[in-house]
Protein backbone atom coordinates (compact mmCIF):
# COMPACT_ATOMS: atom_id res chain seq x y z
CA UNK A 1 0.00 0.00 0.00
CA UNK A 2 1.23 3.29 -1.09
CA UNK A 3 1.37 6.33 2.06
CA UNK A 4 0.13 9.46 1.17
CA UNK A 5 1.75 12.22 -0.76
CA UNK A 6 3.42 14.66 0.76
CA UNK A 7 4.62 17.65 -1.66
CA UNK A 8 6.01 20.82 -0.71
CA UNK A 9 6.15 24.18 -2.85
CA UNK A 10 8.22 27.52 -2.60
CA UNK A 11 8.08 30.88 -5.21
CA UNK A 12 10.95 32.56 -5.40
CA UNK A 13 9.63 36.23 -6.03
CA UNK A 14 12.03 38.68 -7.46
CA UNK A 15 11.18 42.73 -7.75
CA UNK A 16 13.77 45.51 -8.39
CA UNK A 17 16.62 42.94 -8.22
CA UNK A 18 15.06 42.10 -4.36
CA UNK A 19 13.45 38.58 -3.22
CA UNK A 20 10.60 38.53 -1.49
CA UNK A 21 11.23 36.38 2.25
CA UNK A 22 8.84 35.53 4.95
CA UNK A 23 9.11 35.01 8.45
CA UNK A 24 8.39 31.66 9.48
CA UNK A 25 5.50 31.97 12.57
CA UNK A 26 5.51 28.62 13.45
CA UNK A 27 7.51 25.21 14.16
CA UNK A 28 9.78 24.18 12.46
CA UNK A 29 12.06 26.59 12.25
CA UNK A 30 9.93 29.07 13.76
CA UNK A 31 11.87 32.63 13.41
CA UNK A 32 13.62 31.91 10.60
CA UNK A 33 13.16 33.96 7.10
CA UNK A 34 12.04 31.55 4.38
CA UNK A 35 10.52 31.85 1.04
CA UNK A 36 6.35 31.53 0.77
CA UNK A 37 5.14 28.19 0.11
CA UNK A 38 3.50 25.37 1.76
CA UNK A 39 2.08 22.08 0.99
CA UNK A 40 0.58 21.03 -2.33
CA UNK A 41 -3.51 19.63 -1.92
CA UNK A 42 -4.13 16.26 -3.35
CA UNK A 43 -6.06 17.66 -6.11
CA UNK A 44 -3.69 20.64 -7.44
CA UNK A 45 0.08 21.12 -9.25
CA UNK A 46 2.72 22.64 -7.76
CA UNK A 47 2.43 25.69 -10.07
CA UNK A 48 -1.37 26.18 -8.39
CA UNK A 49 -0.54 25.51 -4.73
CA UNK A 50 2.30 27.51 -5.42
CA UNK A 51 -0.44 30.40 -6.77
CA UNK A 52 -2.89 29.80 -3.79
CA UNK A 53 -0.05 30.16 -1.18
CA UNK A 54 1.82 32.87 -2.16
CA UNK A 55 -2.03 34.99 -3.12
CA UNK A 56 -3.33 33.67 0.54
CA UNK A 57 0.24 34.53 2.22
CA UNK A 58 -0.10 37.91 0.84
CA UNK A 59 -3.60 38.52 1.31
CA UNK A 60 -3.15 37.53 5.15
CA UNK A 61 0.02 40.08 5.73
CA UNK A 62 -1.87 42.91 3.51
CA UNK A 63 -4.67 42.66 5.96
CA UNK A 64 -2.04 43.25 9.03
CA UNK A 65 -0.34 45.88 6.97
CA UNK A 66 -4.10 47.40 6.92
CA UNK A 67 -5.37 47.29 10.13
CA UNK A 68 -1.59 48.37 11.76
CA UNK A 69 -2.03 51.31 9.52
CA UNK A 70 -5.48 52.18 10.66
CA UNK A 71 -4.49 51.99 14.17
CA UNK A 72 -1.15 54.44 13.75
CA UNK A 73 -3.85 56.60 11.33
CA UNK A 74 -6.46 56.32 14.41
CA UNK A 75 -3.35 57.80 17.08
CA UNK A 76 -2.60 60.56 15.09
Not at 19 to 31: D, I, Q, S
Not at 32 to 46: H, I, K
Not at 56 to 68: E, F, G, P, Y
Amino acid sequence: MVGPRTLTTDAVIEFDGKVLLMKRTHPPFEGSWALPGGFVEQDETAREACVRLVLALSLRNLLVCMTTLTVISAET
